[in-house]
């Protein structure tokens, strides 16, 4: 196990409806030496990549974003979310469809700090039916840049987010893939990572 996985093994709460409960280090409370391995091995599994931006989404994707970009020496941006704003054409704006929290939501990204010179490495807390990401990977699109990689925390693997993602010929790396878990139990199966 690496140490995520044992991080959510002690930590995490498997709770009815296949959730996950981590809201005691990544995404309420943050352990930010937790978040300071994690920025390690996403430097890691993307070396050699060559990434001038991070791009994530609020609200939980920050900070990990935020301290993953240290290794990366490059600068975050953040999606915002809203419920329905006037364009006014200075954004990209892609709809998000959220399964968790049965809504939709705009996804916004200024022009200004996306272009197409930009060499993006998206990051997010977790992946689960790849809705979010794929909002992301839209306006990572339309601004002409490109996404050279994406570093999750925690993909629920058993959900189609992955598979999904992957498919489409992306660089996903999640520390710690969930393919089964339990809330009876307790138990959480790890998928093996090389
Ligand atoms: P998707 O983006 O992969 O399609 O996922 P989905 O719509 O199902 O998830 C919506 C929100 O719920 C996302 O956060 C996602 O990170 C979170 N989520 C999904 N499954 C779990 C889980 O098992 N445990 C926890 N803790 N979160 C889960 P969000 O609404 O964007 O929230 P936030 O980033 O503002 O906190």
Redesign the pocket.
């Known amino acids: 196990m690496n140490f995520l996985e044992e991080r959510i093994k002690k930590d995490g709460i498997v709770k009815e409806g296949?959730?996950?409960?981590?809201?005691s280090f990544l995404?309420h409370q943050m352990d930010i030496e937790l978040f300071n391995e994690m920025g390690k091995e996403f430097q890691r599994r993307f070396e050699g990549k060559e990434i001038n931006k991070i791009l994530t989404?609020?609200?939980?994707?920050i900070g990990i974003a935020c301290i993953a970009a240290q290794y990366f020496h490059a600068p975050v941006v953040f999606a915002k979310k809203a419920k329905s704003i006037n364009l006014d054409g200075d954004m990209y704006v892609a709809e998000?469809?959220?399964?968790?929290?049965k809504n939709v939501n705009q996804v916004i990204v200024s022009k200004k700090f996306l272009n197409k010179e930009d060499k993006v490495l998206i990051i997010?807390?977790?992946?689960?039916?790849?809705?979010?990401?794929q909002g992301l990977i839209q306006i990572v699109q339309e601004a002409g840049a490109s996404v050279e990689g994406i570093g999750i925390a925690v993909e629920?693997g058993f959900q189609p987010?992955g598979h999904m993602i992957r498919n489409l010929g992306y660089q996903l790396e999640s520390l710690a893939i969930i393919d089964g878990m339990d809330a009876e139990t307790g138990t959480i199966n790890f998928r093996k990572q090389g």
């Open positions: 296949n959730i996950l409960k981590v809201d995404n989404i609020e609200a939980s994707g998000v469809v959220s399964f968790t929290h997010d807390d977790f992946l689960a039916n790849g809705c979010a990401l629920k987010g």
